[in-house]
């Protein structure tokens, strides 16, 4: 593993697990063992390494939905297997929007940009799945995906299967050609 991706590595750990703002430098780059001048060599700053940790996270979710294309149902499987894998402390991208919100639009704009894209995905499964396009349909299938990951960190995974039937009833609904 190269240096770069042995500190987004470490600070992906660190962040997920205790947040972004509130922890310094030095306990950054302590997992990879580098130094300051190193992290700054690689990422410019610390808001530098968040936006890379941010775009491998968010990269990394995309990879996974894209190697299980299909229906809606598949998307929430594949929450489900992230979850598992990740642990359910809530979205990290909306978890690093909030903590700077005021400190950084540039953070603030690509956890947007992020979510735009995967909001895309959804509208790519829902024309899949009816054969036209349904924005509407698209948002409360994000909305419901995006509730779950949250609450995932209150009611732990199998949460995620109770959104995925909620999205299949809705899928139905659409299909049946009902509001």
Not at 55 to 66: G, I, K, P, V
Not at 146 to 174: F, P, Y
Request: hydrophobic share 45%; with cysteine.
């Amino acid at each position: 593993m190269d240096k770069r991706t042995e500190i987004i590595a470490g600070a992906t750990r660190l962040f997920e697990a205790e947040g972004f703002r509130g922890i310094g430098v030095d306990r950054v780059i302590a997992p990879s063992g580098v130094s300051t001048r190193t992290l700054y060599k690689h990422f410019g700053s610390r808001d530098g390494l968040v936006l890379a940790v941010l775009e491998a996270r968010h990269r990394a979710f995309m990879e996974r939905l894209e190697a299980q294309p299909g229906d809606i149902e598949t998307l929430f499987n594949a929450l489900r297997g992230w979850v598992i894998e990740h642990g359910t402390l809530g979205c990290m991208l909306l978890r690093a929007r909030a903590e700077y919100a005021q400190a950084s639009t540039e953070i603030v704009s690509l956890v947007q940009g992020q979510k735009v894209e995967f909001r895309e995905d959804i509208a790519k499964r829902v024309e899949l799945a009816l054969g036209r396009n349904d924005e509407r349909l698209c948002t409360q299938l994000w909305l419901l995906f995006e509730g779950a990951t949250a609450a995932a960190s209150v009611a732990g995974a199998s949460v995620i299967d109770d959104a995925r039937d909620a999205a299949s009833a809705l899928l139905a609904l659409a299909k049946a050609g009902r509001p």
